[in-house]
T-cell receptor
Framework: SQQGEEDPQALSIQEGENATMNCSYK?????LQWYRQNSGRGLVHLIL?????REKHSGRLRVTLDTSKKSSSLLITASRAADTASYFC?????????????FGEGTQLTVNP | GAGVSQSPRYKVTKRGQDVALRCDPI?????LYWYRQALGQGPEFLTY????????KSGLPNDRFSAERPEGSISTLTIQRTEQRDSAMYRC?????????????FGPGTRLTVL
């Protein structure tokens, strides 16, 4: 079963705007990872945030983690048409530490030029 | 450097045939994972290895699915007597280290179509 659930399922914005995607999960985790999947292509690793971290940045990406609410958000600032993709959160649960990632169903982001 | 590679990229087979999907992880990566992804959904875990040892195969759907990594590098996922419901994207990932903070890097996947 899918632990992570992304919200919204689809998001359409204009180039230059910020995009925020949310992820909720159910069990205690070691870390949470965000991936991007372009149409018909592979999964690209974006960022990993550990359970003891609250915020992490990488370029135009900002990820937050609230373990008390079992939720995370991915913010993409100053979006570009090339950011159009599906974004997935994936959790590494404590009970299956370091073994499997459990993915959500993803948010489809469309950035209009 | 080279990423995770998978072959073939596309496989079309007839129901009842066996297929073997190959994964070549990033050189030196200890752990190797197999996932399956249906259209419009996120990947689902199948199995994983640390070195050559299969650590968890609880995600394999049934006994028609098996995987091996005999020398701790390349891995093969085999599906026997394929069925139409096996059609999906099969993805392999590897990570440098074991443990709870390992980033998993994915290959391009093998698109399997069972007719």
């Amino acid at each position: 079963s899918q632990q992570g659930e992304e919200d919204p399922q689809a998001l359409s914005i204009q180039e230059g705007e910020n995009a925020t995607m949310n992820c909720s999960y159910k069990t205690s985790i070691n870390n949470l990872q965000w991936y991007r999947q372009n149409s018909g292509r592979g999964l690209v690793h974006l960022i990993l945030i550990r359970s003891n971290e609250r915020e992490k940045h990488s370029g135009r990406l900002r990820v937050t983690l609230d373990t008390s609410k079992k939720s995370s958000s991915l913010l993409i600032t100053a979006s570009r048409a090339a950011d159009t993709a599906s974004y997935f959160c994936a959790t590494d649960a404590e009970e299956t530490s370091g073994s499997r990632l459990t993915f959500g169903e993803g948010t489809q982001l469309t950035v209009n030029p | 450097g080279a990423g995770v590679s998978q072959s073939p990229r596309y496989k079309v087979t007839k129901r009842g045939q066996d297929v073997a999907l190959r994964c070549d992880p990033i050189s030196g990566h200890v752990s190797l994972y197999w996932y399956r992804q249906a259209l419009g959904q996120g990947p689902e875990f199948l199995t994983y290895f640390n070195y050559e040892a299969q650590q968890d195969k609880s995600g394999l759907p049934n006994d028609r699915f098996s995987a091996e990594r005999p020398e701790g590098s390349i891995s093969t996922l085999t599906i026997q007597r394929t069925e139409q419901r096996d059609s999906a994207m099969y993805r392999c990932a590897s990570s440098l280290v074991m443990g709870p903070w390992n980033e998993q890097f994915f290959g391009p996947g093998t698109r399997l179509t069972v007719l």
